[in-house]
């Protein structure tokens, strides 16, 4: 863990020494909290006089000169689409402590350290329930792939409007699965539940699509406490009370600023296209993302900087495609990061593993599940996103290769397992590093 840590602290070092720091894009987090505690929601940012006075100032031909990227315009302010849930946990309360501004790639770091942390609590918690005898240097190996594979590495090193809301919503999540993880075999299960349901209200805040983390979760606390119909609308309700408290707060928040509950302000950002004609949800960006996320071959080439290698963007990526952009570097997850073949290995696993065991991978896999499902259909296929399921992966990955490696102790195969797991996580690793610390952009800051 220290090591996972302090890489992390290395990574934000370097990025707050970074040019492409001074972009408005890394500050804009510290602008939302000064207007939120000035009782405001748009930003303290006056818009390009020009701008306003286009006639179309949505048209990215016309308002390239003078528009804030990604930044929502709404009746002649500007807005920040991104999570509610970074300004209450972080920058408000830092801002009004020290009536200093907060960092976003400091605010990155803390929310990708706690999230990190809680994951790593949550598979110790997975081995001694399941009583695993797993080797030292193997839980040490897994500790790893869970701090430098899970996608954290590009929030860190790009600590932008969407990684800092994308790092607070797996600070969250992971939290919401150690709590569900604590309450197992505990007496008194309320406590936890509704530590769980705070924390998966809060990932909604920060990302709106863990919504479908949060009805796992929930659906899996019902199931569980489905024997006792009184004990199991208690326990829903201790789980969804904050859920639904948050999503109120969402939802007038939303009105006050564009004057519709479920607008977040995507349709009124300031981008390279005119993002009013774009359908963000479509069947037919189906193949296309599949072949980004999970079967397009890393495309590498060596590099003179750490760690040597430089990853390219998919080629499938740069088709024609009607209303899909928003391309970045990005190499698939299972066939760049060949370890999560082991995953193939789950159901062999899920017969040796105990009924509290099952119920909590069971809400791994539907959140991932339907996390997957909301990127396949997205139009923007982006390395970021990938911290929404990667986590996820990782865990149901972790707690396969751990109850593996045991079935085999005492067999031939062990040995010839631990080497392909060993291989296959070092190539991760190094793949992993070359996908997200990609150059920054040195672009001076609007």
């Not at 994951?119 to 190996?141: E, H, R, S, Y």
């Not at 309320?190 to 530590?195: I, K, Q, S, T, V």
């Not at 509290?356 to 499902?373: Q, S, V, Y």
């Not at 259909?377 to 970021?384: D, L, W």
Request: hydrophobic content about 50%.
């Amino acid at each position: 863990m220290l090591i996972v840590l302090t890489s992390y602290a290395v990574i934000t070092a370097l990025t707050l020494r970074s040019e492409a720091y001074r972009l408005l894009s890394y500050h804009a987090y510290p602008l939302l909290a000064q207007a939120l505690i000035s009782g405001h929601t748009a930003l303290p940012i006056e818009p390009h006089p020009q701008l306003l006075q286009l006639s179309d100032p949505y048209n990215p031909q016309l308002n390239q000169p003078y528009r804030l990227q990604d930044l929502p315009l709404y009746r002649g302010h500007y807005y920040l689409f991104h999570g509610l849930t970074p300004a209450i946990l972080l920058f408000i309360p830092y801002q009004l402590i020290t009536s200093q501004p907060l960092s976003q790639a400091v605010a990155a770091f803390l929310f990708c350290s706690v999230g990190f942390c809680f994951a790593a609590g949550c598979l110790q918690k997975f081995i001694a329930l399941q009583n695993l005898t797993v080797p030292d240097w193997l839980q040490a190996l897994g500790v790893l792939l869970l701090g430098l594979c899970s996608g954290t590495l590009n929030l860190l090193h790009r600590p932008e409007i969407y990684q800092v809301a994308g790092a607070a919503a797996y600070a969250c999540a992971m939290a919401a699965l150690w709590f569900l993880l604590q309450s197992l075999q505990k007496p008194h299960r309320h406590g936890f539940y509704l530590a769980a349901g705070i924390a998966a209200a809060l990932a909604i805040g920060a990302r709106p699509n863990t919504l479908f983390f949060a009805l796992a979760l929930c659906g899996a606390i019902l199931w569980r406490e489905r024997t006792d119909l009184r004990r199991a609308v208690i326990s829903l309700s201790f789980a969804s009370a904050p859920l639904a408290a948050y999503l109120a707060l969402l939802l007038a928040y939303n009105w006050i600023r564009f004057e519709a509950p479920l607008e977040f302000g995507m349709r009124y950002q300031l981008a390279s296209v005119d993002l009013r004609h774009v359908t963000f949800l479509k069947a037919e960006y189906i193949p296309l993302n599949a072949w980004c996320y999970f079967f397009a071959p890393p495309q590498l080439s060596f590099s003179s900087a750490f760690p040597f290698l430089h990853c390219q963007l998919v080629e499938a990526c740069l088709r024609d495609h009607s209303d899909f952009h928003g391309l970045e570097y990005l190499c698939s997850l299972f066939s760049g990061t060949i370890v999560y073949a082991g995953l193939l290995l789950l159901p062999w696993a899920w017969t040796s593993w105990k009924p509290d065991a099952r119920f909590w991978t069971a809400t791994i896999l539907a959140a991932l599940l339907g996390n997957t499902a909301y990127l396949l259909v997205f139009n923007t296929a982006a390395v970021r996103y990938l911290a929404d399921i990667q986590p996820l992966a990782l865990l149901l990955l972790l707690a396969t290769l751990f109850t593996i490696s045991q079935r085999l102790h005492s067999s031939r195969l062990q040995a010839p397992f631990h080497l392909v797991v060993v291989l296959s996580s070092c190539w991760s690793l190094l793949l992993s590093l070359a996908a997200h610390l990609q150059p920054l952009p040195t672009l001076p800051m609007p």
